[in-house]
C-alpha cells in the first residue's frame, strides 16, 4: 500500500491494515527502508536563460560591492514583492513523503496562481524598510503600476530619511 501512495501516513496505513502505528513505522523503515521527508518547495521553475541572467546580475553586484568603500553600502535599496495568499495551500503534514534510501524529496511548485492572494512589494534600505506596498485587488502588476505608484512612493519615502540628498547617488 505504501509504494502505491508515496504521501500516505502512518495513520491511514494503521486504520487500513488495523495494526499499530508503531508496527507500521518499523516495517516502513526497518525492512523495507522507506524514510519520511517533506517535500520541498520551489517558488517557480527557472529556464536555464533566467538562471544565467540571475547569476550574472549577482556577479555584478558582488564585483559593485567589492570595489566601493563603507559609504557605498549606505546607498543600496532592495526590494521583493511577494504573493500572500488569503489561505494556507497546504499543511506540511500533507506534503510528506515516503522515499526509499538516497531518493530525493519531490519539488513542487508554489499554490496555484488562480487562488485569492495579493501582490506585497516591500523595499529595505539601510535605515530599515523603505516602503511597504500592497497591491490593490484586481489590479494589474505591470511596468505602469511601478513607475506610477512604487517608484514615486518609494522616492518620497527615501527623500524623508534623507532629506539632504535625497535620490542622488543611488
Partial sequence: ???KGKCITVNQ???SMEISSGAIY???TTELGYR???EKWVPQKLSENQRLARLNTAKKLLETYENCDSRCLTKIISGEETW???STPYSKYKKRSWVRGDEQQAKILWPDFRKPKIL???FFSNHGIALQLPC???KAVTASFFTEQVLPNLIKNIEKYRPKTGTRGI
Avoid: D, K, N
Fill in 120 to 122: 506585497y512589494t516591500i
Fill in 84 to 86: 500572500v495568499y488569503y
Fill in 136 to 138: 490593490e485587488s484586481g
Fill in 1 to 3: 500500500m505504501a509504494m
Fill in 26 to 28: 518499523a516495517i516502513l
Fill in 13 to 15: 496505513l494503521e486504520q
Fill in 36 to 38: 519520511s521527508i517533506y
